[in-house]
């Protein structure tokens, strides 16, 4: 059989749905498992676990490249599912006389193209509101920040500080000016303030001397600041962090939640006819195996639209 068989036969495009959906459904897993402390750990604390959880998510190597491998999953998963449907519309165009559908298969076993198709326009709306902005908006993301109220300070409202991956403490003022979406360096427009106003108190300055001084150079790294950026989409006041509050953030919760209403039926037939494709079929553990999925099917999707309807009823 030829290269070109293999690819375009429904066999092997049942085992790649089968092998990129359970794949997907260990990503749910571990994506559940990450979002969950937006919700489990309160304040300053759960903001910082899940900016740090963003930050790893996005830099550490071997999750940049597990993260590409879910997109093209996902992409093969959708274009597989939607060539799969159009192949057995083809294989029989007419309908029986008779058609009992319901008789032998259950209403998501029939929808799968359907669902599949919703779920993938939700995951593009949620990356462009979420993923995008984070990693490719034109518009500077904010970053983590925090206040401190020191001893004797100056300042009664205390002041607000960059949280860095350093533990460096850097206020946000015009000193500092954030560049290459979470890197601050040292303000340029600060520094020729700095030498123009040592100027006038008649000190003598080499504007050579500063030609190259602090200029350019990564003072440190920041957290972009996910964390605020869901809860303002979700109808909580982030304002002060630079982020605009949602206005609709009733049609994002409901819209969410029906997105996981989606997600759970497709996975109820999706999860067992994946082992069912690979031909992992027995008499004893098959029906363990659609226990699990059934399980499977309600409590992850179930986890993920807890998470927004907290969020919002805690705004």
């Known amino acids: ?71 093209i999953s996902i992409l093969f998963h959708a274009i597989d599912g939607i060539l799969l449907a159009i192949q057995n519309k083809k294989a029989r165009p007419v309908n029986y006389q008779y058609n009992n559908p319901s008789a032998n298969s259950k209403l998501p076993a029939r929808q799968m193209a359907v669902l599949g198709s919703a779920i993938l326009i939700f995951i593009v709306i949620h990356m462009a509101n979420f993923w995008w902005k984070m990693k490719y908006s034109s518009k500077q993301m904010p970053l983590h920040t925090y206040v401190v109220y ?18 460096m403490q850097l206020p946000k003022s015009a ?20 030498i123009a106003g040592a100027k006038m108190q008649g000190q003598q300055i080499d504007d050579k001397m500063f030609e190259n001084k602090d200029k350019n150079v990564e003072i440190a790294e920041g957290y972009k600041d996910l964390h605020s950026l869901v809860f303002a989409f979700f109808g909580h006041d982030r304002a002060e962090e630079g982020f605009e509050t949602n206005t ?34 027995h008499r004893k553990y098959t029906p363990y195996i659609k226990k699990f999925g059934m399980a499977f099917s309600i409590l992850v999707p179930l986890g993920f639209a807890i998470i927004p309807i907290v969020i919002y009823l805690t705004k």
């Open 1 to 71: 059989m030829s290269k070109s068989a293999i690819l375009s036969s429904s066999i092997a495009k049942k085992y790649w749905m089968a092998l990129t959906g359970l794949f997907l459904c260990l990503f749910l897993v571990g994506h559940l498992l990450g979002n969950l402390q937006l919700i489990l750990i309160d304040g300053e604390d759960g903001k910082r676990a899940f900016n740090e959880y963003a930050y790893f998510m996005t830099h550490n190597p071997f999750i940049k490249v597990l993260s590409y491998v879910t997109y």
């Open 150 to 167: 020191p001893p004797q300070t100056a300042n009664p409202s205390g002041d607000t500080i960059y949280y860095t991956t350093s533990g």
């Open 175 to 194: 000193q500092f000016e954030v560049r290459d979406g979470n890197k601050i360096y040292i303000s340029d427009e600060w520094l020729k303030n700095e």
């Open 248 to 281: 609709m953030p009733e049609l994002a919760l409901i819209l969410y939640v029906l997105s996981m209403v989606v997600l759970s039926f497709h996975l109820m037939h999706g999860f067992s006819s994946a082992f069912q494709t690979l031909g992992i079929n």
